[in-house]
Structures are given as C-alpha cells and as structure tokens.
C-alpha cells in the first residue's frame, strides 16, 4: 500500500504560479497529476515515469506546466504558470506500481491516488 500526500494547492491570480507536491510513502514507477473541477469528469494533467525521461501532457497545459520527480525523496512535482480560471479543479496525485517506462493519461492506469488539492485561479 502507498500513500499519497499532495500539497500546494491555493487561490492565485490569472497569470500567476503554484508548485505542487506529492510525497509517496513508498517506492513508485509512473507517477501522474489529474484534475476535476465541479460536475466534470477526472482529466488527465501529466505524467512522468519513475527514470523521469520521459513526460507526457495534456494540450490543454503543455507550455504552461511541468512535472518532475525526485525520487530520493519520492516526491512529484507540478510547477503551474500562467495560470487560468479553467485551471481551477481538485488537482489529484496518482501513482503506478508496474514497472514500465510509460506514462499513460488514463486513470484506469493508476493504482494509488491522494486525497486532492484545490487550486483556484481568479480572473
């Protein structure tokens, strides 16, 4: 069992930064965020496998965001700018225990998940 324990979330301004963090209690491969905002569906943010060579994103953020990992301290990150209002959602940390160089955008994929942080982004 691994725990996830995301941090970072707040209120921020259009065009303003966030840095999330996700610590895991124990050893992970692909890890992910994902968001859902009110009456929406979980989407896909990005993910970074556990060499952190390779990453993937969604259009929606690609440019804006990036993801990493460090893994001597099990640690995932999401640095945010340019922030926009429909970046507002409960931002999820998911993580994957099988031992693939993949890094997928279903949720189905993913075996853990934290408990969420909220980001809210002001026009």
């Known amino acids: 069992q691994v725990q996830l324990v995301e941090s970072g979330g707040g209120l921020v301004q259009a065009g303003g930064s966030l840095r999330l963090s996700c610590a895991a209690s124990g050893r992970t491969f692909t890890m992910g965020w994902f968001r859902q905002a009110p009456g929406k569906e979980r989407d896909f943010v990005a993910a970074?496998?556990?060499?952190?060579?390779?990453?993937t994103y969604a259009d929606s953020v690609k440019g804006r965001f990036i993801i990493s990992r460090d893994n001597a301290k099990i640690t995932v990150y999401l640095r945010m700018d340019s922030l926009k209002p429909d970046d507002t959602a409960v931002y999820y940390c998911?993580?994957?225990?099988?031992?693939?160089?993949?890094?997928?955008?279903?949720?189905?994929?993913?075996?853990?998940w934290g408990q969420g942080t909220q980001v809210t982004v002001s026009s």
């Open positions: 970074i496998t556990s060499s952190g060579e390779i990453t």
């Open positions: 998911a993580a994957s225990l099988l031992p693939m160089e993949a890094a997928p955008r279903t949720v189905s994929y993913y075996k853990y």
